[in-house]
């Protein structure tokens, strides 16, 4: 049998395309299609060089458990946070992994034919071990499925998923010596050390067993505890003999195995063509709900109804906005952005409910009369910065997820009195130390998401940001006490159980102030006084730390002195994955109250002087391929403090310069290509760089993330003609969003004039509420700014009392 993927020599888009008319064929049975089908725009490839360990992982549902993904450098990995997992560079598989999460990682399946090998050897010397060579020409990704050809054995291997099983398909050449190598005891990814994995042949078609790991994050987050996989797989063909290994070591006949760098093998007979499939259930919280998630969801399907179902929900899900006109290109980086907003963040319950608690104890979500859980939990990296993209665009398009989202860690909290930022099969995996749920909390409720226990949710938000006393470490905000009493972090080293050292007062000030005022607006909202005025005390706290001698943010020692031999350019001296130039645009809450004390006619140069330099970048750390590139320099837009900072006109009378810069950021920052995706391999990191395009993109973004109590959207410049948002009618009236943008080209960047159903906006910003209300937003665009006096109707800022009307 001659494959057909073997042969194809075509683009990857073209590839891409064909894949997506093949899936049309199959599922024209299944009642007819609309036109619209926004999968044909995902590229999972965009951005796939010098990736995250959970950014590529294409045979993947929607906020699935079960996310499937080839590795190429995943395997003995230091863990941590460093990218790996899947290059596009590299040209050779080491394997087929399950898990893909933050400080989650484990359960990979390699197939092979010939001698046996048990380790995988190098990407330099891929016969050292029993990774295969594969060609690009033979490589497909679209959202739900996957498939290569391991060109040193011939097997054509597709990938698919539903939310908490994976299912591969396996096709052999003729061999009497065909493998499958099943790892478990080896660090994946950011799993770091693996403490303890087990294995177990059940039946002549069925293994079962579990992994235990330590990561680095959950080490000094949460010492003793651990992340716990389980994992139910069945086999579609009987192996003809197996046993176990250890690294090199291998115990032939063998049935179980136990320990650390461990694994199975099983070797069949098969002819050519002969397809094997394996199904794999899985679970964070026991063998049992991996064997149920598995009967559940995938008992009876075959192959091809599991890929056309994960199809048909990614369509759903991504139809839910929908972009006409503008470029291919913007469509492309629209979807794929979109495509990753909703992919980042995966399902930490099982189909019944139960869930991984922080004492390793099993908790059950409440279900409902027909015995379904009333909602979800998740495994998620810290929020730092998610609400400039993630935050915004799930509570607008995805309400029912910003729920969960929220309710997940409410749960958390009920169990260890903290919220988290940043959790791990129920661990404390924080990821920078920080905490900003208390905001997204406050943020949720101002937009009208409230089907959690409103005052449950308030305590918990308000103890995030004044509670130090008996704090869980990986809760966050470890020098909140300096912030409480002090009024400010000073400058002073701490040094992790790890051995990393941190010096971020003046950030963790900043970003502390944000979020109190956040919680403050809650606390209004809710009648509670004292707890506001104690809130609002916090939010104006970065006054503090301003140094009126450079008008730059500057960090103080603890007797109120500043630091010495300040530039303002050194990255990581007071501020974390930055510097002082960025961090000084750090007063989301509070932009009136900044632009005044460096001065409005300063601000603005250092603003405009800022993007005309970074552009000469790509806004960015240029080509240099790294996570941290462009924290030295003014601005970057590959990392989270600076992600607002091109809306800031929008606050200094200057709107079509924001209008101006967004354009251009989105256009050259953003590529289409597997180097030149989110920068030149920077950390898009589980969503957030897409969703930043994807809000851009339909012209709307929020400087203060939602903060206030009545929050509202500032205007940007469209990339399409046309923008439809599906509203949920369970959290809205229901019916449809358009923004419209009438005579948009690539010339035409500018809005010449606002209408919000029918009406002139007069300003370049509108109320949250009045445009899920109005439900027409149409801007006319046109080449030139247009200088009125719109442009003097600011946004709400704290200091300035509101909006200026």
């Not at 498939?147 to 054995?153: A, G, K, Q």
């Not at 102030?513 to 707890?531: I, P, T």
């Not at 010495?564 to 750090?586: S, V």
């Not at 969003?737 to 010339?747: E, K, T, Y």
Request: hydrophobic content about 35%.
């Amino acid at each position: 049998m001659i494959n057909w993927m073997r042969t194809e020599s075509v683009p990857t888009r073209m590839k891409r395309l064909f894949c997506f008319l093949f899936i049309t064929v199959l599922t024209a049975s299944c009642g007819s299609f609309n036109d619209f089908d926004p999968v044909e725009y995902v590229d999972p490839q965009i951005g796939s060089v010098h990736g995250r360990w959970f950014f590529y992982t294409p045979a993947a549902r929607p906020f699935g458990m079960a996310k499937l993904a080839p590795h190429t450098n995943a395997y003995g990995s230091m863990g941590s946070w460093l990218p790996c997992g899947y290059d596009d560079r590299h040209g050779s598989i080491e394997g087929f992994g399950h898990f893909h999460e933050f400080q989650v990682g484990g359960l990979v399946i390699m197939p092979a034919t010939g001698q046996l090998k048990t380790v995988p050897g190098s990407l330099e010397d891929p016969d050292s071990g029993y990774r295969s060579r594969f060609s690009k020409a033979d490589e497909m990704a679209v959202p739900g499925y996957y498939s290569v050809v391991l060109s040193d054995y011939d097997i054509r291997t597709e990938l698919t998923a539903s939310d908490r099983a994976g299912f591969h398909r396996y096709t052999f050449p003729e061999s009497k010596s065909s493998h499958l190598i099943v790892d478990i005891g080896h660090r994946q990814g950011e799993s770091s050390d693996v403490t303890e994995a087990y294995l177990k042949k059940t039946g002549e078609r069925e293994l079962e067993g579990y992994i235990i790991t330590n990561p680095e994050y959950i080490k000094f987050c949460d010492p003793g505890n651990r992340v716990r996989m389980y994992f139910v797989i069945q086999l579609s063909k009987t192996p003809v003999s197996w046993g176990t290994f250890t690294d090199g070591s291998v115990v032939e006949g063998d049935s179980e195995t136990k320990g650390r760098g461990n694994g199975m093998y099983l070797t069949f007979s098969t002819g050519e063509g002969e397809k094997i499939e394996v199904m794999a259930g899985l679970s964070y919280t026991s063998i049992e709900n991996a064997r149920l998630n598995l009967v559940r969801e995938l008992s009876g399907r075959d192959f091809d109804e599991v890929r056309k179902d994960a199809h048909a929900r990614w369509k759903e899900i991504l139809s839910i906005i929908k972009v006409e006109g503008g470029r291919e290109q913007d469509r492309l980086k629209f979807y794929t952005g979109l495509y990753h907003a909703l992919l980042g963040r995966g399902l930490a319950s099982d189909i019944n409910g139960q869930y991984p608690r922080n004492d390793c104890s099993i908790g059950q979500i409440p279900l409902d009369e027909k015995g379904i859980p009333e909602y979800h939990h998740y495994n998620t990296d810290g929020i730092w910065g998610g609400f400039w993209n993630l935050g915004q665009l799930w509570a607008l398009a995805y309400p029912d997820y910003m729920s969960e989202y929220m309710q997940s860690n409410l749960d958390f909290s009920d169990e260890t009195g903290w919220l988290h930022d940043g959790v791990a099969a129920g661990a404390f995996a924080n990821g920078v130390q920080t905490n900003f749920n208390g905001l997204m909390l406050a943020a949720t409720y101002n937009c009208g998401i409230r089907d959690f226990d409103v005052e449950k949710a308030y305590t918990a938000a308000y103890k995030n940001e004044t509670g130090y006393r008996g704090r869980d470490f990986g809760s966050g905000k470890y020098d909140l006490h300096y912030f409480v009493n002090m009024g400010y972090i000073p400058s002073y080293d701490t040094t992790l159980s790890n051995g990393w050292l941190f010096n971020f007062g003046a950030s963790h000030t900043l970003e502390y102030c944000f979020s109190s005022f956040a919680v403050a607006e809650f606390a209004k909202s809710l009648g509670r006084q004292d707890d506001y005025r104690r809130l609002m005390k916090q939010a104006n706290a970065y006054k503090l730390l301003f140094d009126p001698e450079t008008r730059y943010i500057r960090p103080r020692y603890p007797d109120g002195s500043f630091i010495e031999n300040f530039d303002p350019m050194e990255p990581w001296r007071g501020f974390q994955e930055g510097n002082a130039f960025q961090y000084t645009w750090y007063v989301p809450h509070d932009p009136a109250g900044i632009i005044d004390l460096v001065g409005l006619d300063l601000f603005n140069e250092r603003l405009e002087m800022m993007f005309t330099e970074a552009r000469k970048s790509l806004f960015g750390g240029g080509r240099e391929i790294d996570s941290f590139s462009g924290l030295e320099k003014l601005y970057n837009h590959g990392n989270q403090p600076c992600l607002h900072n091109a809306w800031l006109f929008n606050y200094t009378g200057k709107p079509w310069l924001t209008q101006q810069w967004t354009r251009l950021i989105c256009d050259e920052f953003y590529g289409t290509e597997p180097l030149h995706g989110y920068g030149f391999g920077q950390d898009e990191d589980q969503g957030q760089l897409g969703a930043w395009y994807v809000m851009a993109g339909m012209g709307l973004f929020d400087v203060s993330g939602h903060a206030f109590a009545d929050p509202v959207f500032q205007l940007g410049s469209p990339l399409f003609d046309k923008v439809t948002i599906r509203l949920d009618p369970a959290y809205y009236e229901g019916g449809e969003l358009v923004i419209r943008a009438l005579n948009n080209s690539l010339d035409n960047i500018y809005i010449q004039s606002a209408s919000l159903n029918g009406e002139r906006l007069g300003k370049f910003w509108v109320r949250r509420n009045a445009l899920l209300k109005g439900r027409e937003l149409v801007l006319e665009m046109g080449p030139e700014p247009v200088m009125d006096e719109t442009a003097r109707v600011l946004p709400p800022s704290m200091s300035a009392g509101g909006a200026q009307e």
